[in-house]
């Protein structure tokens, strides 16, 4: 099978399109014929074995995983030994994280635990945007954030992938959402149906008058002190980027002014899935995509990741 390879740590010019062999399910695990696939900041952050930490999990030296790509959409191939849950001829999605990543290759692998029926309305590739990104705003939102109907929620960095699902899934628990974007992303913002927004170049949010019950925070970029002047007493801080101010000051902020400052550390279970693709059958999230690509290009959409200011979701149609 065709696969994108990468042998040593570094930039997408250490990435190649590449013959080898086609991987064999586990007991428990499926092959997947791969139809699309998209890309995550998790593959940029591998693909350089930066941030440091990360090399803990990715390999200490050179990359454990050789196939990137989390997020995949495909048809089951094979089986593994005591799959319960799909057969072959099956369409699905999921997030490989969890089981060595792949996706950016003809075929792949996932255990079942990962991967669920792909929604009936969305293409191949607009199913690919899905996994990774929606999952980790449901999971911020709605377990980390206890997202209540008619709450004041505030989404930092609401244009790209995980901000995008955030604004539209919030809306979906019937809550009132401020989005933080840039100039060129306003548009978006309101299409996918924030109540208020907040252009970052023209006014700092932590110094607004406003306060709210939710700050589902992307992006990272205020300290724990400024956060606090707009968390509402009881309120939820949850970030998808590690907060050390977070980790250290979160037991106190909780004794003393009830509030609750959370890092997220997403995990996609088949069961999230089956919700985003309820979500997403019944109309309430719709992937924005910026750009498809073929599997050649996957080195370029590393790129434009790495770059940033992505509006919504890169995706690989396979
Ligand atoms: N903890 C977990 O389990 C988990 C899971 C998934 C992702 N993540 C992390 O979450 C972060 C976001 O992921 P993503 O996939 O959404 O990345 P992304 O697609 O690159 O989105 C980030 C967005 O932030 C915007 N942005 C940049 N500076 C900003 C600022 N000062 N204020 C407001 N918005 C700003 C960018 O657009 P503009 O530049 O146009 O503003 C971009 O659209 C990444 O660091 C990723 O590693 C963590």
Known sequence: MKAIIYEQYGGPEKMELQEVSRPEPGRGEVLIKVLA??????????????????????????????ILGADVVG???????????????????????ATGF???????ISDEK?????????SYEETAALPMAAVTALQGLRDKGEIKVGQQILINGASGGVGGF??????????????????????????????????????DFTEGSSQYDLIFDVVGNHSISEIDRVLKKGGRY???????????????KAMT??????????????????????LAEEGFVKPVIQKTYTLDDVPEALQTMGDGSIAGKLVISV
């Open 37 to 66: 696939a998209s890309v995550n900041k998790a593959d940029w952050h591998i693909l350089r074995g930066e941030p440091f930490p990360i090399r803990m999990m990715a390999g200490m030296f050179k990359p454990k995983y050789q």
């Open 257 to 278: 002014a009830k509030k609750q400052l959370i890092n997220l550390m997403a995990s996609t279970t088949s069961a999230d899935l089956q919700t985003i693709s309820k």
């Open 102 to 108: 792949g996706a950016f290759a003809e075929y792949a």
């Open 166 to 203: 955030a604004i539209q899934i919030a809306k979906a628990y019937g809550a009132e959402v401020t989005a933080v974007v840039s100039t060129k992303k306003v548009n978006q913002a309101w299409a996918l149906g924030a109540d208020q927004i907040i252009d970052y170049s023209k006014a």
């Open 238 to 252: 949850v970030s998808t980027v590690f907060s050390m101010g977070a980790m250290f000051l979160g037991p106190w």
């Open 114 to 122: 990962h991967i669920a029926k792909k929604p009936s309305n969305l």
């Open 75 to 97: 048809m089951v191939e094979r089986v593994g030994e005591e799959v319960t849950q799909f057969k072959p001829g099956d369409e699905v999605f999921g997030e490989l994280s």
